[in-house]
C-alpha cells in the first residue's frame, strides 16, 4: 500500500521567507503526487500535480514542487511567503484500487506566516 | 458558479439519530468521493462512484450508506449516529476514475454528534 509522510505537522515562516514544505511517498509504482491546500473552514484546493514528465511542476499562487524519484520526494516551495499562505497543506498519492484511484494523504503541514 | 457543492455545511444532532448530507457537481465529472476529515485533519477516503456505480468501499461501518441517483450527485446517509462520527465530510468528483485525475473538493459538512 501507498503511503505519504509530511514531516513537520507545523511551519513557521516570516513573510518574505522561502516556504518548504516536506513531502515523502511510498509507492511500488510511479506515483501520482498531488499537493492541496485547505484555508480555515473551507474545502481542498488543488496546487498541482505530478503525473509524468517534467520532474519540476509548477502550480498556484506561486508554488512549486519538485519530484525526485531517488529520494521518494514531492516537497513543495515557495521563494517568498505572504500572509494569505497560511494554510494547511496536504500531500496526495494517487493510490490504484482494483483499477480505481484513491487518494492516501498525509496528515498534513500546518503553516503559519508572520510579520 | 460552485463546482463542487455540500448541504448542510453544518450538521449538529444526538446520538441514534439518522441524517443525510447531499452533494452535487456541476463539473460533469464521471467519478465522485466521499472523505472523512477527523478532529486532527487526517482525510481518508471512504467511498467512491463512477458513473453511479459504487468502486470503492473503504472499511467503513455499515451504518454509513452513500447513494449516486444520477453522475451529479452522490448522497451519504448515517444511521444510528454515534459520538466518533463527529467530523468533517468532504465529497469530491474527478474527470474520471484513473490514477491522473486530479480530484476538486467541496466546502465540506461538519457534523458534530452530541
Known amino acids: 500500500a501507498q503511503s505519504v509522510t509530511q514531516l513537520g505537522s507545523h511551519v513557521s515562516v516570516s513573510e518574505g521567507a522561502l516556504v518548504l514544505l516536506r513531502c515523502n511517498y511510498s509507492?511500488?509504482?510511479?506515483?501520482?503526487l498531488f499537493w492541496y491546500v485547505q484555508y480555515p473552514n473551507q474545502g481542498l484546493q488543488l496546487l498541482l500535480k505530478y503525473t509524468t514528465g517534467a520532474t519540476l511542476v509548477k502550480g498556484i499562487n506561486g508554488f512549486e514542487a519538485e519530484f525526485k524519484k531517488s529520494e521518494t520526494s514531492f516537497h513543495l516551495t515557495k521563494p517568498s511567503a505572504h500572509m494569505s499562505d497560511a494554510a494547511e497543506y496536504f500531500c496526495a498519492v494517487s493510490e490504484d484500487s482494483g483499477g480505481y484511484n484513491k487518494l492516501i494523504f498525509g496528515a498534513g503541514t500546518r503553516l503559519a506566516v508572520h510579520p | 458558479d460552485t463546482a463542487v457543492s455540500q448541504t448542510p455545511k453544518y450538521l449538529v444532532t444526538q446520538m441514534g439519530n439518522d441524517k443525510s448530507i447531499k452533494c452535487e457537481q456541476n463539473l460533469g465529472h464521471d467519478t465522485m468521493y466521499w472523505y472523512k476529515q477527523d478532529s486532527k485533519k487526517f482525510l481518508k477516503i471512504m467511498f467512491s462512484?463512477?458513473?453511479?456505480?459504487?468502486?470503492i468501499n473503504e472499511t467503513v461501518p455499515n451504518r454509513f450508506s452513500p447513494k449516486s441517483p444520477d453522475k451529479a450527485h452522490l448522497n451519504l446517509h448515517i444511521n444510528s449516529l454515534e459520538l466518533g462520527d463527529s467530523a468533517v465530510y468532504f465529497c469530491a468528483s474527478s474527470q474520471g476514475s484513473g490514477s491522473s485525475y486530479e480530484q476538486y473538493f467541496g466546502p465540506g459538512t461538519r457534523l458534530t454528534v452530541t
Open positions: 462512484y463512477n458513473n453511479k456505480e459504487l468502486i
Open positions: 509507492s511500488s509504482v510511479p506515483p501520482y
